[in-house]
C-alpha cells in the first residue's frame, strides 16, 4: 500500500537557521503531494502540495520540489522564525474510488525554532 | 464562515460507556473524514464519507461507527469505549475539486 516516511524529529533550530525535512514516498501510480502544519493546540492546516513530478510548491516562505526519480518531497526553508515552531506532516493523496481521495501521513515532525 | 466545527473538544469517558462525536462543515464540500492521531503514528483514518449516504472503512476502522446525517453533518460514534481510543480525533471535509482537505480543530478524548 501506500506510505509515506519522513525524517523524525525533534528538530531544533536557532532563529534564521535553513530547514529541511526529509520526506520520501511509496505510491502506485502518480500521487499528489502534500505539507500540512499543526500549531499547538490546532488543527491541521496546508502549507503547500504538488500535483506532479517537478512542480515546486511554496507558501510562506517555504518551499518542495515534487521529485519523481527519487519518490522524495522535502520541505525547505531558508530563514525559520520562532513563530514556525510546530510539527510538519508529509502526505500523499491517491484515489480511492467513488469520486473520493484519501490521504496518508507520515508520523509528523516538530519543530523548535529558538530565538 | 467557520470551516470546519467538533465538538465537545475535550472529553473523558470510562471504558465501556459510549459517546458520539459530532463534526460539521459550511463549505458546502461533499466528503468528510475521521482520523485519530496518536503519538508518533501520524493521522490514520478512521471512516470517510466520498458523499451524503456513503460512507467506508478506512485504515483503523474498528471500535467505531459513523453516520453522514446530511451534507454537512458527518457523527463519529463509540459504542463501548477501550482504553486504546484514548486519542485526539480531526474531522476533515473535502470537495472533489481542488480536492484539499480542510481539518476541524479535534477532539481529545481520554478512555480510563
Known amino acids: 500500500g501506500d506510505s509515506v516516511t519522513q525524517m523524525e524529529g525533534p528538530v531544533t533550530l536557532s532563529e534564521e537557521a535553513f530547514l529541511t525535512i526529509n520526506c520520501t514516498y511509496t505510491?502506485?501510480?502518480?500521487?499528489?503531494l502534500f505539507w500540512y502544519v499543526q500549531y499547538p493546540g490546532e488543527g491541521l492546516q496546508l502549507l503547500l502540495k504538488?500535483?506532479?513530478?517537478?512542480d515546486k510548491g511554496s507558501n510562506k516562505g517555504f518551499e518542495a520540489t515534487y521529485r519523481k526519480e527519487t519518490t522524495s518531497f522535502h520541505l525547505e526553508k531558508g530563514s525559520v522564525q520562532v513563530s514556525d515552531s510546530a510539527v510538519y506532516f508529509c502526505?500523499?493523496?491517491?484515489?480511492?474510488?467513488?469520486?473520493?481521495?484519501?490521504?496518508?501521513f507520515g508520523k509528523g515532525t516538530k519543530l523548535s525554532v529558538i530565538p | 464562515n467557520a470551516g470546519v466545527t467538533q465538538t465537545p473538544k475535550f472529553q473523558v469517558l470510562k471504558t465501556g460507556q459510549s459517546m458520539t462525536l459530532q463534526c460539521a462543515q459550511d463549505?458546502?464540500?461533499?466528503?468528510m473524514y475521521w482520523y485519530r492521531q496518536d503519538p508518533g503514528m501520524g493521522l490514520r483514518l478512521i471512516y470517510y464519507?466520498?458523499?451524503?449516504?456513503?460512507?467506508d472503512k478506512g485504515e483503523v476502522p474498528n471500535g467505531y461507527n459513523v453516520s453522514r446525517l446530511n451534507k454537512r453533518e458527518f457523527s463519529l460514534r463509540l459504542e463501548s469505549a477501550a482504553p486504546s481510543q484514548t486519542s485526539v480525533y480531526f474531522c476533515?471535509?473535502?470537495?472533489?475539486?481542488?480536492?484539499?482537505?480542510?481539518f476541524g480543530p479535534g477532539t481529545r478524548l481520554t478512555v480510563t
Open positions: 505510491a502506485t501510480g502518480y500521487p499528489s
Open positions: 504538488a500535483t506532479k513530478a517537478d
Open positions: 464519507s466520498a458523499s451524503e449516504g456513503t460512507t
Open positions: 476533515a471535509s473535502s470537495n472533489v475539486r481542488p480536492n484539499e482537505q480542510y
Open positions: 463549505m458546502n464540500h461533499n466528503s
Open positions: 502526505a500523499l493523496r491517491a484515489y480511492s474510488g467513488a469520486g473520493s481521495y484519501q490521504l496518508t
